[in-house]
């Protein structure tokens, strides 16, 4: 048909009946941006402490991260909840944490309202709002911004990115992932890497390229849309993934220890005015050694690991950097508003002594130091999930005391920078006021001019928490607007009120002045007595890292101030205060279908989470697979789960059917069938029967004795002495192959079964045997 008989409508005019003279029907007008609209770029990094990044005094380079704060506003005065999801679910809806049900990880969520793990729809998100005034809304990196017995394909998919306003996803849904071989969704189904770690695979790289994309994409369409980037990179949570090349860089250079970094950051922070003249260096944490007190062995493990961290972190930045030069090269950099912050201080989830595998951590399994050492040419790299020391995540959040999980300021206190040329004049300085991860959404809004909406998707929304700090942006000495600021973690409690801080520390100050551990609950009557006796105050207007005390000589605040906590604990649902880390583990959550003791598997199908996997540690339990044996004979995976850190595999290989369980990635147990699969149909199945008890307090699991079954018929056995006690972190199940990193090396990846699967059952024969203790450390890992 001729385009002009379609535009007159002639070409059917028994059935359309219209021209498109000016009293035809207007037509409806697509949601269009205001022009000259700023497109928004919220860049989250993981653990990344006060005192890491090259602006903020750090040795670590962070050119491209420096250039934006030489080219915008940096803020020494921002804080974040402390912790992983709860700060990412206050950056993206502009209300605070436990409004949220985000008191801590969903992996930890109990019923109480603002535990629950599920943020309310009437809490709108930063991409709901924008979707509605014209803006594309992408989503790249990490989520973890929902209950994890959600991340399978079975859903439900309503708090998915795609049920929160993006329109594309890019990234991984739980708390962490290998860089190297991670666990990867795209819009709402599973994908696997393009390419290998030897190919030159990096999830860093992979969500710049993706993040470049989506906006290409779109733009080339229409250039003049603007869009909504939340782009949160899983560095630099751990694992410590990076090329050898990049933490060769730091060769050398951490060499003097934990405490000479502090020193040395410490005394730049002054020189750029990120710490006052008059700050004071934190005291040396009880629960760090002093570097001389090492073995020349456990420092160069150490150094080790830290140059493996910094080669992340700059890697990062580069790559950070290739997204900045798009925007450049497409016009769009001086009209993107570019916020950058971390979501907590510096993690201390490596240990005193860090890891190379931390599923050891999580198992209860820490290697001795020769193994670590035997490792530490592959600290970084596929065969590694490393952490470094407490020492390095307390040298991470200089000036100030503590880390991430704690409401002192190394965990609440959190670099910040601002950039947009087109909308903010001054160029590299330091803002001081008082600001809160829920005031950037009412910052945004505030910049584009933009109320916050009565009502999403039909459903009324509730008033933001934050307020905008836009008024910084011209005016350096602005009186702060956020006057009142509560905090709660795992019952780490703190208040913020007009340049006074008080802080409730628990179980105490440092775990070895506690003289507990973290995640113990908190009776009634520790919580009177903690209240009466134990708030600390500092007047941290004049006091910048909390180094005194004043409660005693200012009784009078500090009853002021316990009583604004209550206060604000009562309007956000933070009440009652839940310290567990490992009772919040037994409290029964909602899951998607009832509890049953077989599960079928199909190949092909998505991985499952190990949230949703069948249970098969420290229990009696069977896998049989249904498969046909062409005549020239089959190889491959039947059922795996885990990762070259940890797991198991049931495959064929050389014709013969085989068993493999990887015990934390230190040694790996095999039995064999004596005969061949022959060709034809077969059922070849698996039987594990626990011949001792666990001993989880030593990190090894119920030992056990393996059959292997042809048709029925034994041909295989084998006793296993260690399993893996708790879980494995990479810790999927697939059916037909073993994607990503092989669990043993017996075989390469995807190693996929050549013959016809038609099915694998596992059947769940046994009483599971838990330890509540050890899978709260798997728990609080996943931060």
Sequence with gaps: MPLNEYRSGTAFPGVIGRTTDESSPAWPQPVRAVPGTPNVLMIVLDDTGFGQLGCYGSPIATPNIDTLAAGGLLYNNMHTTALCSPSRSCIITGRN??????????????????????????????????????????????????????????????????????????????????????????????????????????????????????????????????????????????????????????????????????????????????????????????????????????????????????????????????????????????????????????????????????????????????????????????????????????????????????????????????????????????????????????????????????????????????????YTFADPAAPTRHHTQYFEMLGHRAIDHDGWRAVCPWPGPSFAEAGKPFGVPISAEELTDLDAHHWELYHVAQDFAENHDVAEQNRDKLIEMISLWYVEAGRYNVLPIDSSGAVRLTVERPQITEARTSYTFRPGTQTLPFTVAPRVLNRTHSITADTEIPPDGAEGVLLCQGAGTGGWSFYVKDGRLRYSHNYVGRAVYHVESTDTVSPGRHQLRFEFEPTGKPDIANGEGTPGRARLYIDGQPVGVGDIPITTPIAFNPGGLTCGANPGSPVVPDYPAPFRFTGVLHSVTVALDGELITDIESEARMAMSRQ
């Excluded at 911004?145 to 739980?174: H, K, N, T, V």
């Excluded at 790559?319 to 925007?327: E, P, S, W």
């Excluded at 390095?392 to 100030?400: D, E, Q």
């Design 97 to 470: 944490h436990h409004a949220n049900g985000m008191a801590a990880i969903t992996e930890l969520a109990t019923g109480y309202p603002g535990y629950d793990g599920n943020i309310p729809f009437e809490n709108g998100f930063l991409s709901e709002m924008l979707l509605r005034h014209g803006y594309n809304t992408y989503m790249v990196g990490k989520w973890h911004l929902m209950p994890s017995e959600q991340e399978s394909a079975a859903g439900p998919y309503d708090r998915w990115p795609l049920g929160r306003g993006f329109e594309r996803f890019y990234g991984f849904l739980g708390g962490d992932t290998s860089q190297w071989y991670p666990d990867l969704v795209h819009d709402n189904h599973q994908v696997t890497p393009e390419k290998t770690p030897e190919a030159g695979y990096h999830l860093t790289s992979d969500l710049v390229d993706k993040a470049i994309d989506f906006i290409a994409d779109a733009k080339q369409i229409a250039p003049s849309k603007p869009f909504f980037l939340n782009f949160c990179t899983g560095a630099t949570h751990a694992p410590h993934h990076v090329p050898k090349e990049w933490a060769d860089r730091y060769s050398g250079r951490f060499d003097d220890g934990w405490d000479a970094y502090r020193e040395r950051v410490f005394a730049r922070q002054k020189e750029l005015g990120v710490a006052p003249p008059d700050a004071e260096l934190s005291r040396h944490d009880p629960d760090v050694p002093a570097w001389d007190s090492l073995t020349p062995e456990a420092r160069r493990l150490a150094v080790r690991m830290m140059e493996v961290y910094a080669g992340f972190l700059s890697h990062t930045d580069h790559h950070i950097g290739r997204l900045l030069d798009f925007l450049r090269e497409t016009g769009e950099f001086d009209n993107t508003l570019i916020m950058l912050v971390s979501d907590n201080g510096a993690s201390a989830e490596g240990g005193v002594t860090g890891t190379t595998n931390e599923l050891q951590f999580f198992n209860n399994a820490p290697e001795p130091l020769e193994d670590s050492l035997r490792k530490i040419d592959d600290l970084g790299g596929p065969s590694t999930f490393n952490h470094y020391p407490w020492g390095w995540t307390w040298a991470g959040n200089t000036p100030f005391r503590r880390w991430k999980r704690e409401t002192y300021r190394g965990g609440a206190s959190d670099p910040f920078v601002v950039h947009w040329p087109a909308g903010i004049t001054a160029r590299g300085e330091v803002r001081t006021q008082y600001a809160h991860i829920i005031d950037i959404v009412p910052t945004v809004l505030d910049v584009l001019g933009v109320e916050p909406p009565a009502e999403i998707r039909g459903v009324a929304q509730s008033p933001l928490h934050g307020v905008s700090f836009a």
